[in-house]
């Protein structure tokens, strides 16, 4: 009897500048330990992102709040979609106990998006800030949320209010591969997020993403850095998608170090105030050294225009 089952669809096989080594540092295991001890969840291991290895061996993580079950089933992330569990009340605390102990100069939180929840889990970003300026004052604040589907207004006005230093969401990709990379967002929507952002105050710098190697053309990669710019946001990051697993999105593509090269160029020359853009850039992939440059880049813009005016 002929076995007519088909066989697993192969894996593609990653170019040199894609492999990163695995994790094996003492400070990644203590990092790894810390997170289970305060029941915590990060977007580094959900994601499976290839940088964890060298970002737990620094104690950097990334904190993914409102558990790690998402609402949504994007074709490209690895987090498990389903029934959420209840929003934990002593997750603020945890996170802000998290950075104390990990000694954190920046802190990166994201989390799943959360539709069933009234106000999308804009309340618990917003405790989240709130513990972490009590607990470790000096630690600057960057934010990831969700697009807050049908609530945006109020969520980010809460949000803002309790002021985060950077406000990042990421719109993954180009517009054309919404229906089928991210079928329960809008690209427009998000654009309006970051500008909402910046209506309620200039000052906390805003940042996006996108994903390259999804069949994108180059011209629609540089009309999203014009759509940015013109929600006039801060930082833009650039990264190869990589497939999680057979069930996601296949990578069309893997862009070389060169042409991510030639892309950030671009966006400095439209005027983002930082751009990280390498196959391996992830959204909190060196954000607190980024954050820095962005700073400086901000004064050094206002000292110039002062100095014209």
């Known amino acids: 009897m002929n076995d007519m089952s088909s066989p697993p669809p192969e894996r593609q096989r990653k170019p040199d500048w894609i492999r990163v080594k695995a994790p094996t540092s003492r400070e990644y295991a203590a990092t790894r330990?810390?997170?289970?001890?305060?029941?915590?969840?990060?977007?580094?291991?959900?994601?499976?992102?290839?940088n964890i290895g060298e970002c737990w061996s620094k104690k950097h993580a990334t904190m993914m709040i409102?558990?790690?079950?998402?609402?949504?089933?994007?074709?490209f992330c690895n987090v498990k979609t389903g029934l959420p569990r209840k929003?934990?009340?002593?997750?603020?605390?945890?996170?802000?106990?998290?950075?104390?102990?990990?000694?954190?100069?920046?802190?990166v939180i994201t989390s799943v998006d959360r539709d069933d929840l009234a106000d999308g889990g804009a309340g618990q970003f917003v405790k989240v800030i709130q513990a972490l300026r009590r607990m470790t004052p000096s630690t600057?604040?960057?934010?990831?949320?969700?697009?807050?589907?049908?609530?945006?207004?109020?969520?980010?006005?809460?949000?803002?209010?309790?002021?985060?230093d950077v406000y990042n969401h990421n719109l993954e990709t180009v517009p054309r591969n919404y229906p089928m990379i991210r079928p329960g967002a809008r690209y427009y929507s998000s654009l309006r997020l970051l500008e909402e952002v910046k209506h309620h105050n200039p000052m906390i710098f805003t940042k996006s993403g996108i994903m390259l190697g999804l069949g994108e053309q180059r011209l629609e990669v540089h009309q999203v850095m014009d759509d940015m710019?013109?929600?006039?946001?801060?930082?833009?990051?650039?990264?190869?998608?990589?497939?999680?697993?057979?069930?996601?999105?296949?990578?069309?593509?893997f862009v070389t170090p060169q042409a991510f090269n030639a892309y950030g160029a671009i966006a400095r020359a439209k005027g983002f105030l930082q751009v990280a853009s390498t196959p391996l850039?992830?959204?909190?992939?060196h954000a607190g050294d980024d954050f820095k440059?962005?700073?400086?880049?901000r004064e050094a813009k206002l000292a110039k225009e002062m100095a014209k005016a």
């Open 33 to 50: 330990d810390l997170m289970r001890g305060l029941s915590l969840t990060t977007v580094c291991e959900e994601a499976a992102c290839p």
């Open 66 to 75: 409102l558990g790690d079950v998402c609402t949504r089933a994007c074709a």
């Open 87 to 107: 929003v934990d009340p002593l997750e603020p605390e945890h996170v802000a106990e998290a950075a104390a102990k990990l000694g954190l100069e920046h802190i």
């Open 140 to 164: 600057t604040i960057e934010i990831l949320t969700p697009d807050f589907r049908g609530k945006m207004r109020a969520a980010v006005e809460a949000i803002v209010a309790a002021g985060p």
């Open 229 to 253: 710019r013109s929600a006039d946001i801060d930082f833009l990051t650039m990264g190869q998608y990589l497939r999680p697993t057979p069930k996601h999105a296949e990578v069309k593509e």
């Open 281 to 285: 850039t992830r959204s909190s992939y």
């Open 293 to 297: 440059a962005m700073r400086s880049a």
